[in-house]
């Protein structure tokens, strides 16, 4: 019996030790790109011309700052004198942009770049946090510094420094390109970004490859991997809200003895259920790429857990459910809900309500989310105390995209030729700023922000002291002009 016992457990970690080392690297080898001849520090000053101007979005009035909106137009058609010479622009909606670079083949599939114009609002109070002045757009040891850098007018001077170099060399590309730049982008986007969907839809564009604002590529973020990675979104959530009402039990009411709980207590065990029981994890979709390209990457005990999910499931679910980032590569679920102001979590008279803010990863459907919350509720709250109400749905999953495709694969290959250290491997976007485009951009939909980031920024990309390296900035420039010249000389299998 032990000498079976230990042929077991031989075997086991034979089978262990294979899993673990026979997965080769699947990360494209590839030569380091040359130098353009950027004069990096023009390309910074005109990056924080275009920071100075405090283009800060409003939920409820469309027309605040139009006066710094109307001016970031100004300023960019006397930035970039080629791209307004060569490129037709249309005003779109309140003050959204769209370009359009015809190509030379009118039968080819176009591409699609899309950034956002506006910023997030400083919080009241933290200016004093700021080492310069948050619009001030100063160049100071070595950084640009300003309110949006990250979050999107680096995307968006980027693009158009790449394009403005592009056309200065006499390059004309063969698939014609467009420029959304929405307006919109951090208010939900039902005006401007909604528009330019409207307007794509209705001339019939169906582009075969779109970029979209992602994640920067990131230190520490994969467990098990030192090296930087850029995690390219190619599917992502959708969101959909559910608002549970508890009632109070009827008065005299009892369960075995003792008095009914009221509302708000049974809405805070409901919660809390929700929070431990969230929908079934899935490594379907896009997670299985995701680790294939990550774990011949990995070191040590962590590369032996993710490389046997066979065994270690649910410790890898764990461990990747402790950041955002990773986590949305099971089920991507977040919620935010929280008793009526003035109810005592004891109170057993009024109802209780809280909205329920769920993330749909594409594949999974509204019904599902809203019978999965439904089947919880039932187990807590007595059968006729509660409510279940649907939300309309304001965002639509992005479906996965293909990472077999030449286009994900001239993506791939540019970030390995700018950022040679970087391990790029296809995720699940946890939301995208632009949703309400989904459903006109066809099969092709990546997001990625070509810029490194650290720990520390993060919290610099809505926060205080937002900066971003003149250096770093050359390399989105450079990312802009190999993808660009890459992808509109492309003949497509797909999309032609």
Not at 428 to 441: E, F, K, P, T, Y
């Amino acid at each position: 019996m032990g000498l079976g016992l230990l042929a077991l457990v031989l075997a086991l970690a034979l089978v262990l030790a294979i899993n673990t080392w026979r997965g080769t690297s699947r990360q494209i080898k590839v030569a380091p790109l040359a130098p353009i001849g950027l004069d990096e520090n023009a390309a910074a000053a005109r990056l924080a011309a275009a920071v100075q101007l405090q283009t800060i979005s409003s939920a409820t009035d469309p027309q605040l700052h139009a006066d710094q909106f109307k001016a970031l137009h100004v300023l960019l058609a006397q930035l970039f004198p080629n791209v307004n010479a060569a490129l037709q622009r249309e005003d779109v909606g309140d003050f959204g942009l769209l370009y359009r670079w015809g190509g030379t083949d009118p039968k080819a599939a176009p591409i699609l770049l899309l950034a956002h114009q506006d910023v997030v609002p400083v919080a009241p109070g933290t200016d004093k946090d700021w080492q310069v002045p948050p619009f001030s757009g100063e160049i100071k040891d070595g950084f640009v510094w300003g309110r949006g850098l990250w979050d999107d007018k680096s995307s968006l001077m980027a693009q158009l420094e790449a394009i403005d170099r592009l056309i200065q060399k006499n390059y004309q590309p063969r698939r014609t390109v467009y420029l959304a730049y929405s307006a919109d982008a951090e208010v939900g986007g039902a005006r401007d970004t909604a528009k330019i969907a409207e307007l794509l839809k209705q001339r019939g564009i169906h582009p075969a490859f779109v970029l979209e604002q992602g994640q920067p590529i990131l230190d520490g973020v994969v467990p098990g991997i030192a090296a930087p990675t850029a995690l390219i979104g190619a599917g992502g959530n959708g969101n959909e809200s559910i608002v549970i009402k508890v009632r109070p039990p009827a008065p005299g009411t009892s369960a075995a003895g003792q008095p009914e709980a009221g509302a708000s207590a049974l809405l805070q065990r409901v919660l809390l259920r929700l929070e431990a029981e969230p929908p079934t994890a899935s490594w379907n979709g896009i997670a299985g790429p995701t680790l294939n390209a990550l774990v011949p990457e990995m070191h040590g005990v962590v590369r032996v857990l993710f490389a046997n999910r066979w065994l270690f499931g649910p410790i890898v679910e764990r461990q990747l459910e402790r950041a955002v980032a990773t986590k949305a590569w099971l089920h991507g679920i977040t919620m935010a809900a929280a008793d009526p102001p003035g109810k005592e979590a004891g109170a057993v008279t009024g109802d209780a309500d809280a909205t329920l803010d769920f993330r749909i990863p594409p594949g999974a459907s509204a019904p599902h989310l809203l019978e999965h919350v439904r089947h919880v509720v039932s187990d807590v709250v007595p059968a006729g105390r509660f409510e279940l109400s649907a939300l309309p749905v304001a965002q639509r999953p992005i479906d996965v995209a293909p990472t077999a495709s030449a286009q994900y694969q001239i993506l791939d290959r540019t970030i390995r030729e700018v950022f040679p250290e970087a391990v790029v491997a296809p995720v699940l976007m946890a939301r995208s700023d632009h949703s309400v485009l989904n459903g006109v951009l066809g099969d092709h939909v990546f997001a990625f922000t070509p810029l490194q980031a650290h720990a520390a920024d993060l919290k610099r990309i809505h926060g205080a002291n937002g900066r971003l390296s003149v250096a770093g900035y050359a390399d989105a420039v450079r990312f802009y002009d190999r993808l660009l010249s890459q992808l509109t000389d492309a003949s497509f299998i797909a999309g032609k």
